[in-house]
């Protein structure tokens, strides 16, 4: 696996995990292209993206972030966990957030083991389908 600088393109070439599926519905090219401008990268495979993740400040010292996963197996995962973990640990915002999906275990597991911490347990309706989320922080 490498890691490579985010382009527009990789998430029209990345097959999303089933859990966020949804999202293909809201996120649009021109979202692509403007999510290139911000701290973002892509894990590789053979060229085919496992992976896109990065941040996208509001302001000085808060930040946003985001990532869109493939349905990965655990010895791929691993190596995208350590990608993305290098890169929020090197990250000297003061506080970067992100939201999950109250009902995917799994990415609150994720987040715990990225070091963020929930802050709001369920936010109704937050989520673009009308979903609830939870919000977690990652506090410098």
């Known amino acids: 696996m490498i ?17 966020q599926m949804y999202l293909s519905n809201w996120v649009s090219p021109e979202q692509g292209l403007a999510l290139e401008s911000h701290p973002s990268y892509t894990a590789m495979e053979n060229n ?32 995208v966990h350590r990608a993305v973990k290098r890169f929020i640990d090197s990250c000297y915002t003061q506080r970067i957030e992100m939201t999950v ?23 109704e309706a937050y989520a673009p389908d009308g979903r609830a989320c939870s919000l977690y922080a990652r506090i410098l």
Request: zero cysteines.
């Open 3 to 19: 890691v490579v600088p985010f382009e527009a393109l990789h998430l029209e070439r990345l097959k999303l995990q089933d859990a």
């Open 48 to 79: 085919v993206p496992l992976a896109s993740a990065g941040i996208i400040p509001q302001w000085q010292g808060r930040a946003i972030a985001w990532a869109f996963l493939s349905d990965i197996g655990p010895s791929q995962f691993v190596g």
């Open 101 to 123: 999906d109250v009902d995917f275990p799994e990415a609150h597991r994720w987040a715990n083991m990225l070091g963020f911490k929930m802050e709001a347990e369920r936010m």
